[in-house]
């Protein structure tokens, strides 16, 4: 079991920042790719970026742009920086981790998830 630890969520105004970090603590992020996924109100959960375990990185199209992962195996931990924020960002942001550290987009693939934090964007 990968224990995945979230923080940094918050209240910003529209064309805020804000930082997510996913924290591992006491385990080894070498072999997963790890995931950010969010859930806007009445929304199912999306996928939203990745990093692979070869630091490779994956944006979904709304988020291009705006959004950066930023992984350290060192320090266990994978952040998403957000930039630009938009209304339409609002949501519980949730990591997860998936072995063998290909990033995939679905959901269902990803065995070891947080317990999410919360990011609302408005005036």
């Known amino acids: 079991q990968l224990p995945l630890v979230e923080s940094g969520g918050g209240l910003v105004q529209p064309g805020g920042s804000l930082r997510l970090s996913c924290a591992a603590p006491g385990f080894s992020l070498d072999d997963y790719a790890i995931g950010w996924f969010r859930q806007g109100p009445g929304k199912e959960r999306e996928w939203v970026s990745c990093s692979t375990n070869g630091f490779s990185t994956r944006y979904a199209d709304s988020v291009k742009g705006r959004f950066t992962i930023l992984r350290d195996n060192a320090k266990k931990t994978v952040n998403l920086q957000m930039n630009n924020l938009k209304p339409e960002d609002t949501g519980v942001y949730y990591c997860?981790?998936?072995?063998?550290?290909?990033?995939?987009?679905?959901?269902?693939?990803?065995?070891?998830w947080g317990q999410g934090t919360q990011v609302t964007v408005s005036s």
């Open positions: 997860a981790g998936r072995s063998g550290g290909v990033c995939l987009q679905h959901r269902t693939l990803y065995d070891h």
